[in-house]
Nanobody
Framework: QVHVEESGGGLVRPGGSLRLSCTASGSIFSIWAMGWHRQAPGKQREFVASAISGGNTNYDDSVKGRFTISRDNAKNMVYLDMTSLKPEDTAVYYC???????????????WGQGTRVTVST
């Protein structure tokens, strides 16, 4: 089994910065992709950013130039550095990891419980 856990959420003023961290642990042979989604109150969960094992990254247009995703493959961790935060960034941020438990096995997507980010004065 794999456990994914986020940390780093909180209350921040508009224009401020915050760093989210996520760790995957358990029966891990390799992690193909790690990334972040978010869900604002009353809205569906939406893609934020992802980082593939080869180094490629992808971002939603709403966060390009403000958010940076990075991975520490040795620690099975992914980070989301958020700058120039806006009230519309307020959401619960969920981390996911596509984990293969062994050689030749298909990756399985695991999700964390989420960490809340509130951007407000």
């Amino acid at each position: 089994q794999v456990h994914v856990e986020e940390s780093g959420g909180g209350l921040v003023r508009p224009g401020g910065s915050l760093r989210l961290s996520c760790t995957a642990s358990g029966s891990i042979f390799s992690i193909w992709a790690m990334g972040w989604h978010r869900q604002a109150p009353g809205k569906q969960r939406e893609f934020v950013a992802s980082a593939i094992s080869g180094g490629n990254t992808n971002y939603d247009d709403s966060v390009k130039g403000r958010f940076t995703i990075s991975r520490d493959n040795a620690k099975n961790m992914v980070y989301l550095d958020m700058t120039s935060l806006k009230p519309e960034d307020t959401a619960v941020y969920y981390c996911h990891a596509d984990v293969a438990a062994g050689r030749g096995l298909m990756p399985v997507d695991y999700w964390g419980q989420g960490t809340r980010v509130t951007v407000s004065t």
